[in-house]
T-cell receptor
Framework: NAGVMQNPRHLVRRRGQEARLRCSPMKGHSHVYWYRQLPEEGLKFMVYLQKENIIDESGMPKERFSAEFPKEGPSILRIQQVVRGDSAAYFC????????????FGPGTRLLVL | LAKTTQPISMDSYEGQEVNITCSHNNIATNDYITWYQQFPSQGPRFIIQGYKTKVTNEVASLFIPADRKSSTLSLPRVSLSDTAVYYCLVGDGTGGYNKLIFGAGTRLAVHP
């Protein structure tokens, strides 16, 4: 059973460009979470999604950031007009959504904004 | 979610038992205690979860006293590959999901 997949693993963007981060949850998991981690810090919750629904986006910046989890395909975290402060590791986690809410994390995408 | 407090760093040697204690004085009745391990440049990995008393799996043991205001992660006979950051989290999954709040974690360094 493959784990949570994230791609790309590394992404370099120039200021003002768009970054698209993809997350494929574990097979059978219907809940997806996105977290951001700055160097030497713990992970910070961004958003929680179920298929086609955003349930909790309380950790998402109000502007430039959006997330989706379509009926088919991976979850996408989109950052528009990136700035240097967006440089971080972005982790996706999934859980079964069947009462067991243990989260399993992907390897992360490291975004570097030049 | 309850705030947790754990040591910033710990050092150990190969073959020793390591105990990392986490304080969560404001833990709620429905909260579970979960520990994750994170290696550099990797995502956190679930280690163990418990509610009270003792839980043991193939990787670690988790000891939780009766008042549940603290918990201790026990790693038996550590090896160099156990060098990582260990996070203690509490939450109850209210609403059918669990918005994990990570602290700075405990950086464990295992020496030869």
């Amino acid at each position: 059973n493959a784990g949570v997949m994230q791609n790309p693993r590394h992404l370099v963007r120039r200021r003002g460009q768009e970054a698209r981060l993809r997350c494929s949850p574990m097979k059978g998991h219907s809940h997806v979470y996105w977290y951001r981690q700055l160097p030497e810090e713990g992970l910070k919750f961004m958003v929680y999604l179920q298929k086609e629904n955003i349930i909790d986006e309380s950790g998402m910046p109000k502007e430039r950031f959006s997330a989706e989890f379509p009926k088919e395909g991976p979850s996408i975290l989109r950052i528009q007009q990136v700035v240097r402060g967006d440089s971080a590791a972005y982790f996706c986690a999934s859980s079964p959504g069947t009462g067991d809410e243990t989260q399993y994390f992907g390897p992360g995408t490291r975004l570097l904004v030049l | 979610l309850a705030k947790t407090t754990q040591p910033i760093s710990m050092d150990s040697y190969e073959g020793q038992e390591v105990n990392i204690t986490c304080s969560h004085n404001n833990i709620a009745t429905n909260d579970y205690i979960t520990w994750y391990q994170q290696f550099p440049s990797q995502g956190p990995r679930f280690i163990i979860q418990g509610y009270k008393t003792k839980v043991t799996n193939e990787v670690a043991s988790l000891f939780i006293p009766a008042d549940r205001k603290s918990s201790t992660l026990s790693l038996p006979r550590v090896s160099l590959s156990d060098t990582a950051v260990y996070y203690c989290l509490v939450g109850d999954g209210t609403g059918g999901y669990n918005k994990l709040i990570f602290g700075a974690g405990t950086r464990l360094a295992v020496h030869p």
